[in-house]
């Protein structure tokens, strides 16, 4: 009883030093590949990079604690923090202090929805995403993930588009117009890094080396190089203007989001204190508001793009720096060398003092220290919004995690419990967004080193865990340089394990509509990218019109005799029929939905064989039948018998044979007319239906093609 509520204690029967030995070191393993993967997924997140360390040290304790895997690695992966930067883009700048806040929210809600699951043991409700579906949304989601990661290897900023592929059109035209050089030279860099550690010897922590290497020579060139200067140091007239229209628009941009504030409450009262007229001239200037709001942004979006496309040459003058046009500098005047550009994000600038960026972007100060434990702040509209992106963050992150867990199950062979790994994903995510962690999963990469460095128990999570807290505490400042295109070059390299072409192949060859399905998710994911949930929800929703379309229509065949003895589909196999007896098998359950398509098939079949005396029907297939199903059948024997065609069973369940046995429907089937076998039933019934027949060979008796 203990060990179910505290899977962990099972850990320590016969464990020993050799045990922990091996455990200490998969886990310190495990973080030098965590430490630098898990800042590239904040980022991927929209987070600042060092929420993907606070992500890092407490979900992978608790996940391995309270889970049943022992070496499954738990914390900060790619497609669950490309999903929480989709869900949480609606409501919050990426990287703002509001949007930090709902992913906090976020993570406990997601927690919430898998400790719930696992509690009441529906752990198969992950069942409704089918494998045609994730892999067509993991392909996609891989692609996005990769190229989301452009802008920061060529080392340009755009303002994202309503879909993706609009952003990423933004980002080459960026990329044509201006290239920083170093950032794209270091990205290459470190991916040359981790790809040739990775064929020499997958021991090595490749990520690290990587990061190490490419974080020196940042430190060492002065890769980073920006400058504060004052707007009359920027000696061009146009970014001047563009400047005060961009400050101006961003200004009334939140003078109109207050308004819109103030509205949307004293709509609310109106219609609460059921003032309708009230209610129509608040609803009016709402849309108001948010036609100007939406004029604002456009003029902002254009001022910025325009900022952020100029370029200009950097000329130190009485210990001041003058920005020129590129190319437009005074005669006499010396330049520096340097491309400057000026730095614009989503709030007002400061004309006191613009940041003019001379090199590239790195992760910059990272606050010293473990995050305070807190319970997050809950907003009831953010709530009701991330509801559904929680759902389905749940569900994928648990089947990423069951996945990876049962892989590493089958060459170890521990036994695994789904409902118990729901627990230990629940509380890792739940007990983590009090720590400022957003949500987390199973990492298939870190459980493959951790399986390889020879982990034994989920204590090596606990090492690996120790070793960030230690990096919180006392390294921090080490990763100041670090070049965010590095960053970015290891969520590539990482995301690049998730496409699997031939699982398309795999699943076309299983069933077609499996590969329509899985290939319309990948479509569908990446047309409504940023928009996941869209993607995931087309393949779901074709997934289960497919289930419902076989349900309602499940094979009905006409049997023969083969070549092998055995009674096969005459159409199939274009064998004849007989036109005496005729052997029906009907593969599904007998229910509301697909009753009457049994009805159709058996009268369609009387029509057409004008001699027929007995129809066998085969319910070997049939699993199980409600009450729909048992009135369809009752009516079904008793029209058939009246228009002169008996009607026997064979094969028939316990479940349906109880069923038959309740609603006395044996008694009007007749005991007589049931059997165990549909050979035993064909010895039974084909003399007494052939009788008169004239018939010299039947192909129920002997095998007769169709020529």
């Given at each position: 009883?203990?060990?179910?509520?505290?899977?962990?204690?099972?850990?320590?029967?016969?464990?020993?030093?050799?045990?922990?030995?091996?455990?200490?070191?998969?886990?310190?393993?495990?973080a030098l590949v965590l430490i630098p993967q898990s800042?590239?997924?904040?980022?991927?997140?929209?987070?600042?990079?060092?929420?993907?360390?606070?992500?890092?040290?407490?979900?992978?304790?608790?996940?391995?604690?309270?889970?049943?895997?022992?070496?499954?690695?738990?914390?900060?992966?790619a497609v669950v923090s490309l999903m929480t930067a989709a869900s949480l883009e609606p409501l919050a700048t990426a990287g703002s202090e509001a949007y930090i806040a709902y992913a906090v929210i976020l993570a406990l809600l997601v927690g919430l929805f898998q400790l719930s699951l696992g509690i009441l043991r529906l752990g198969l409700v992950v069942n409704f995403l089918s494998h045609p579906v994730v892999n067509g949304f993991t392909n996609a989601a891989a692609i996005i993930i990769a190229s989301s990661q452009l802008s920061k290897m060529f080392g340009v900023t755009v303002d994202s588009a309503e879909h993706h592929y609009e952003t990423i059109v933004r980002v080459v035209q960026a990329a044509m117009h201006y290239t920083h050089w170093p950032t794209l030279a270091?990205?290459?860099?470190?991916?040359?890094?981790?790809?040739?550690?990775?064929?020499?010897?997958?021991?090595?922590?490749?990520?690290l080396v990587a990061v190490a290497l490419t974080t020196v020579i940042s430190w060492a060139v002065g890769f980073q190089h920006d400058a504060r200067v004052a707007l009359d140091a920027v000696r061009s007239p146009g970014a001047r203007q563009a400047v005060e229209a961009f400050n101006e628009a961003t200004v009334r941009i939140a003078d109109l989001s207050a308004r819109r504030t103030e509205l949307s409450q004293a709509l609310a009262q109106a219609r609460e204190n059921h003032d309708f007229d009230a209610a129509n001239d608040a609803e009016h200037d709402l849309l108001k508001v948010n036609h100007d709001i939406a004029l604002a942004r456009d003029v902002a979006h254009e001022q910025r793009e325009a900022l952020r496309a100029m370029l200009f040459a950097g000329v130190q003058e009485g210990g001041r720096l003058l920005l020129f046009p590129r190319g437009d500098v005074p005669a006499g005047a010396q330049a520096d060398g340097r491309t400057w550009r000026l730095k614009v994000g989503n709030k007002p600038l400061d004309v006191a003092g613009l940041t003019a960026v001379g090199g590239g972007?790195?992760?910059?100060?990272?606050?010293?220290?473990?995050?305070?434990?807190?319970?997050?702040?809950?907003?009831?509209?953010?709530?009701?919004?991330?509801?559904?992106?929680?759902?389905?963050?749940?569900?994928?992150?648990?089947?990423?995690?069951?996945?990876?867990a049962k892989a590493m199950a089958a060459k170890t062979g521990q036994r695994l419990d789904p409902n118990q790994e729901l627990i230990g994903q629940g509380l890792a995510n739940i007990l983590g967004a009090l720590t400022r962690s957003y949500p987390t999963s199973g990492s298939f990469s870190r459980s493959a080193v951790n399986l390889q460095a020879g982990a034994v128990t989920g204590l090596s999570s606990v090492f690996t865990s120790v070793m960030v807290v230690l990096v919180l505490l006392f390294f921090t400042p080490l990763l100041y340089h670090l070049p965010q295109s590095v960053l970015a070059a290891v969520i590539m390299m990482a995301v690049i394990g998730l496409i699997n072409a031939s699982g398309f192949i795999h699943a076309w060859r299983a069933q077609r509509y499996d590969g329509i399905i899985s290939i319309i998710s990948f479509a569908a994911t990446l047309a409504f990218a940023p928009h996941l949930d869209k993607g995931i929800m087309v393949g779901v929703v074709l997934s289960l019109g497919v289930f419902l379309y076989k349900s309602m229509r499940p094979r009905v065949r006409s049997l023969a005799l083969a070549e092998d003895s055995a009674l096969r589909c005459a159409r199939e196999y274009s064998l004849m029929e007989c036109d005496y007896v005729d052997v029906i098998r009907f593969d599904g359950p007998l229910f509301f939905a697909n009753a009457s398509f049994l009805e159709d098939q058996i009268t369609a079949r009387?029509?057409?064989?004008?001699?027929?005396?007995?129809?066998?029907?085969?319910?070997?297939?049939?699993?199980?039948?409600?009450a729909s199903g048992e009135e369809?059948?009752?009516?079904?024997?008793?029209?058939?018998?009246?228009?002169?065609?008996?009607?026997?069973?064979?094969?028939?369940?316990?479940?349906?044979?109880?069923?038959?046995?309740?609603?006395?429907?044996?008694?009007?089937?007749?005991?007589?007319?049931?059997?165990?076998?549909t050979e035993i039933a064909l010895r039974a019934v084909h003399q007494g239906a052939h009788a008169d027949s004239g018939e010299k060979r039947c192909p129920l008796t002997s095998v007769c093609y169709n020529i």
């Open positions: 009883m203990l060990t179910r509520i505290f899977p962990f204690l099972a850990w320590f029967r016969g464990y020993g030093v050799e045990k922990l030995k091996l455990d200490a070191v998969a886990g310190v393993t495990v800042m590239a997924y904040a980022q991927l997140a929209g987070l600042p990079p060092y929420y993907g360390l606070y992500a890092s040290f407490l979900p992978p304790v608790l996940a391995s604690l309270f889970g049943s895997s022992r070496q499954l690695a738990t914390g900060p992966v270091l990205g290459a860099l470190a991916f040359a890094v981790m790809f040739f550690l990775r064929r020499i010897n997958p021991r090595i922590p490749n990520v972007a790195v992760v910059g100060s990272i606050p010293k220290g473990l995050p305070a434990f807190a319970m997050p702040g809950l907003d009831l509209g953010a709530v009701a919004h991330l509801l559904s992106y929680a759902a389905i963050i749940s569900l994928l992150g648990f089947m990423e995690a069951i996945s990876i009387m029509a057409q064989k004008k001699n027929l005396r007995h129809i066998v029907l085969v319910a070997n297939g049939i699993n199980d039948m409600d369809t059948l009752s009516l079904l024997i008793a029209r058939c018998r009246q228009a002169g065609v008996d009607v026997s069973l064979s094969g028939v369940n316990e479940a349906v044979m109880e069923v038959l046995r309740r609603t006395h429907l044996l008694e009007k089937i007749g005991q007589d007319h049931i059997f165990p076998s």
